[in-house]
């Protein structure tokens, strides 16, 4: 594949790091997960997710609600709709909530 083809490296760290998130999410809007705390230590201790990041929890919180929302939006329309936030955070962003507090 010629490199003009090539996706952008950061690009593809973003997708591969927000669509964990996004999973996360909807485990915690199906209230397989039950808070924020267990779902970061779950995603680094459980499947090796970014510990720099905080967790998959965290890196929404750290993106802000709001933004991340966004640019899974954009990721959806892009890439396809397993970037889709779910309903939990479209509403948290509505309402400027967070996961923890500032």
Same mark, same amino acid.
């Given at each position: 594949?010629?490199e003009?083809?090539?996706?952008?490296?950061?690009?593809? #760290?973003?997708?591969l790091? @927000?669509?964990? *998130?996004?999973?996360? $999410?909807?485990?915690?809007?199906?209230? %397989?997960?039950?808070?924020?705390?267990?779902?970061?230590?779950?995603? #680094?201790?459980?499947?090796? @997710?970014?510990? *720099?990041?905080?967790? $998959?929890?965290?890196?929404?919180?750290? %993106?802000?609600?709001?933004?991340?929302?966004?640019?899974?939006?954009?990721?959806?329309?892009?890439?396809?709709?397993?970037?889709?936030?779910?309903n939990?955070?479209?509403?948290?962003?509505?309402?400027?909530?967070?996961?923890?507090?500032?």
């Open positions: 594949m010629p003009e083809e090539q996706p952008d490296v950061d690009e593809v #760290i973003k997708r790091m @927000f669509i964990q *998130s996004v999973e996360t $999410a909807r485990c915690m809007e199906e209230e %397989v997960v039950l808070s924020a705390t267990d779902a970061d230590v779950g995603s #680094i201790l459980g499947w090796g @997710f970014c510990p *720099s990041k905080g967790g $998959a929890v965290s890196q929404i919180h750290t %993106v802000g609600v709001e933004n991340f929302v966004g640019e899974c939006d954009r990721l959806a329309q892009q890439y396809g709709a397993r970037f889709t936030p779910p939990m955070l479209r509403k948290m962003a509505a309402n400027g909530e967070q996961f923890y507090a500032a």
